[in-house]
Each structure stands twice: as structure tokens, then as C-alpha cells.
């Protein structure tokens, strides 16, 4: 089991950033990749950003590329995603994901889920 817990979430005026936090705990952390979703009102969820188990290897959906950064630090067992030049359409609510195995990124079907953090993004 691992169990995923968000942090970082808020309300943010577009061209803003905020900063997303995933604490894992359960297994040892380079066991596993992790991505972040999110999930837009009246969408279905997808994929923002994925990273191996090391971080060395990550993938980005076009839409934020260049404006997003996913990373992991493991003396603190956390995932991390630096958002920054926000727009409107970025809002939503944000997971957290595990997946096995952990040498790529992952980009489907993980295997735990964190319960969310809303993101807000206004004009």
C-alpha cells in the first residue's frame, strides 16, 4: 500500500504560481513512478506530468509544457509540481498517483490514488 497526501493547493490570479506537494508513504520511494492528474469541472480527468523513480526521465502533456515542473525529492519522500505562468484553464482539482513499476514515467492506470487539492486559476 501507498498512501498519497496533497498539499499546496489555492487560488491564484492567471500568470500566478503555486507550488503542489505529494507526501508518500507506505513503500520505499524508489519503488515506484508518480504522476500528477488533475481533473477539470464538467472533464475527464488526465494526465499533467509524470516521473520515474528517479526523476530523471519525466513526460509532460502539451498544455504545460514549459510552464510546469515535475520533481522528486527523496530524502523527504515528495513529489513535487511547480506550476507556474497559470491560466484559467488549469483549474481543477489535482491528484497524486503512484504507479508500479517505477523505471518510466507512467502515464495510465495508477495504482494509488492521493484524494486531491483544488487548484483555482482566476482571470
Known amino acids: 500500500q501507498v498512501q498519497l497526501v496533497e498539499s499546496g493547493g489555492g487560488w491564484v490570479q492567471a500568470g500566478g504560481s503555486l507550488r503542489l506537494s505529494c507526501a508518500a508513504s507506505g513503500r520505499t520511494f524508489k519503488d515506484f513512478a508518480m504522476s500528477w492528474f488533475r481533473q477539470a469541472p464538467g472533464k475527464e480527468r488526465e494526465i499533467v506530468a509524470a516521473?520515474?523513480?528517479?526523476?530523471?526521465?519525466?513526460y509532460y502533456v502539451d498544455s504545460v509544457k514549459g510552464r510546469f515542473t515535475i520533481s522528486r525529492i527523496h530524502a523527504e519522500n515528495t513529489l513535487a509540481l511547480q506550476m507556474d505562468s497559470l491560466k484559467i484553464e488549469d483549474t481543477g482539482v489535482y491528484y497524486c498517483t503512484a504507479q508500479f513499476p517505477g523505471l518510466y514515467p507512467q502515464v495510465n492506470n495508477p495504482n494509488y490514488w492521493g484524494k486531491g487539492t483544488q487548484v483555482t486559476v482566476s482571470s
Open positions: 516521473s520515474n523513480w528517479r526523476g530523471d526521465k519525466t
